[in-house]
């Protein structure tokens, strides 16, 4: 069964950095891409960006230059980068597994608890 976790949320200045994981299990977590994705209340859930089972990552446009995702394959952990943060970029952050091509990603139905972000002065 594919278990995800995400954590690292909390609350940033504008302007700031924050870093947020997402630990998987239940998956051949190394063949597969991953994604992030947010939503804010009374919006839809959104994809931000996904990285490949070999590192290709692709973002929206919203957050191309300061948010970077990674992965460490040996950790089954996928990370979220986030810097330069902006008042937008406050939602709750999820995170899934998927399939990508180097323009598409398709995430898997599976979800975890998600990780609140606040961006706030």
């Known amino acids: 069964q594919v278990k995800l976790v995400e954590s690292g949320g909390g609350t940033v200045q504008p302007g700031g950095s924050l870093t947020l994981s997402c630990e998987a299990s239940?998956?051949?977590?190394?063949?597969?891409?991953m994604g992030w994705h947010r939503q804010v209340p009374g919006q839809a859930r959104d994809l931000v960006g996904y990285i490949t089972d070999d590192g290709v990552t692709n973002y929206i446009d919203a957050v191309k230059g300061r948010f970077t995702i990674s992965r460490d394959n040996a950790k089954n952990t996928m990370y979220l980068q986030m810097n330069n943060v902006i008042a937008d970029d406050t939602a709750v952050y999820y995170c899934?597994?998927?399939?990508?091509?180097?323009?598409?990603?398709?995430?898997?139905?599976?979800w975890g608890p998600g990780t609140q972000v606040a961006v706030s002065a």
């Open positions: 239940g998956s051949r977590f190394s063949s597969d891409a």
């Open positions: 899934t597994l998927g399939r990508a091509s180097r323009k598409q990603y398709w995430p898997y139905p599976y």
